[in-house]
């Protein structure tokens, strides 16, 4: 079945510093690849998003890559700050109009250090 | 609008009983999705639903029924709860081309 594999678990930084986090996914036919955010004891939410037409996304501190050939795509956070310290999700989909349902990554627990 | 709503916040459950949680959205989406979350898993699809009348079975299903007879509600039962169903459970709901929206959560602890 679908599958999405997320590394690294855990990831510590100093304030000021980039993290990056990356993705593989199985499914060749996805083309959705959002990324979530979540704080603790709250609900994720979405920080950016891509689609297989396009290479890479920008967000001012948060930029997205994608390599369909190789089936990953990456979070890249720069100038990091210790809110940005959260639990981050990746995810896929195929958006088919059928089922459109995300699958999504085990989570990276990001620590900016003060 | 109030977005993605979960009732209750907060459960706990003896072994073999059975609950019902409510997931309700007003934003009119088609798609509805229930997840559980446990550390270290990330968040496993359980079921979802493409439309009113309509439900599948998602990543990790069994012990778990759901149903989606209005359009803006979709609600997961547990039959016979089992300690391995403690999780945190989520809901979301979606349109076609846009974002996923998730409700604020309902914490489940079966003893």
């Given at each position: 079945g679908e599958n999405v594999e997320q590394h690294p678990s855990t990831l510590s930084v100093q304030e000021g510093d980039s993290a990056v986090i990356k993705c593989t996914y199985s499914d060749s036919a996805s083309n959705y690849f959002p990324w979530y955010k979540q704080e603790l004891g709250k609900r994720p939410q979405l920080i950016i998003d891509i689609r297989s037409n396009v290479g890479e996304k920008k967000d001012q501190r948060i930029a997205v890559t994608l390599n369909k050939t190789a089936k990953h795509f990456s979070l890249h956070i720069t100038e990091t700050q210790p809110e940005d310290s959260a639990v981050y999700f990746c995810a896929a989909s195929r958006?088919?109009?059928?089922t459109n349902k995300l699958i999504f990554g085990t989570g990276t627990l990001l620590a900016v250090q003060p | 609008n109030a977005g993605v709503t979960q009732t209750p916040k907060f459960r706990v459950l003896k072994t073999g009983q059975s609950m019902t949680l409510l997931c309700a959205q007003d934003m009119n989406h088609e798609y509805m999705y229930w997840y559980r979350q446990d550390p270290g898993m990330g968040l496993r699809l359980i079921h979802y639903s493409v439309g009113e009348g309509t439900t599948a079975k998602g990543e990790v299903p069994d012990g778990y029924n759901v149903s989606?007879?209005?359009?803006q509600n979709f609600l997961l039962g547990l039959e016979s709860a089992a300690p391995s169903q403690t999780s945190v459970y989520f809901c979301a709901s979606r349109d076609r081309i846009y974002e996923q929206y998730f409700g604020p959560g309902t914490r489940l602890t079966v003893t």
């Open positions: 958006e088919d109009g059928a | 989606r007879l209005k359009k």
